[in-house]
């Protein structure tokens, strides 16, 4: 793999005086983006690698992981859509492995297609709107609220785990 596989994606700051949904689905997207960006420049080696001993957190599993999450609350749960499920009977909470035979740039362009279903799924419902598959009762509203924590907490992982492999920071 070259270092240049994963490119930085354009980062837009959320409107600062937007709707509720301009403002809850900008905050998603600059995160979105943010994870992106903290794993662009790494190499398979690096993002596989679990620098923060005794974790088993690797840069690669966040986003893999982050992925699931995706699919799991906007086109599962939220949508009702037909769609595979995202994590295996050996992983059925999201855990955060990677499996052999994958890298970065895929795992990065599959949480990229998914995050892209994800704005699909949720174009036309309203934020009031509550989740279609069967023994769910949020709203959008919490769905983006609630994706919005899950993005943020791990893009904070991600600091810590970049930091520790190449030392660079910010972005």
């Not at 990229?112 to 174009?123: F, G, H, I, P, Y």
């Not at 419902?125 to 919005?148: P, Q, V």
Request: some cysteine; aromatic content about 8%.
């Amino acid at each position: 793999m070259t270092i240049d596989e994963v490119a930085v994606v354009s980062r837009v700051r959320p409107p600062e005086d937007g709707t509720e949904r301009e403002t809850l689905a900008g905050l998603l997207d600059f995160l979105r983006a943010t994870v992106v960006n903290k794993v662009a420049g790494l190499t398979d080696e690096q993002a596989f690698s679990r620098p923060v001993q005794p974790s088993a957190l690797t840069p690669a599993g966040l986003v893999r992981h982050l992925t699931g999450v995706e699919r799991f609350w906007f086109s599962i749960d939220f949508a009702g859509l037909d769609v595979p499920w995202p994590w295996t009977e050996q992983e059925p909470d999201g855990a955060f492995p990677v499996r052999h035979g994958e890298t970065l740039a895929g795992i990065v362009a599959g949480y990229l297609a998914e995050c892209e279903r994800s704005r699909q799924a949720v174009r036309d419902a309203g934020l009031d709107e509550r989740a279609k598959a069967e023994g769910n009762t949020f709203s959008l509203r919490y769905a983006y609220a609630h994706m919005i924590e899950e993005t943020a907490r791990h893009c904070g992982h991600l600091d810590l785990l970049r930091e520790s492999l190449d030392g660079q920071t910010g972005a």
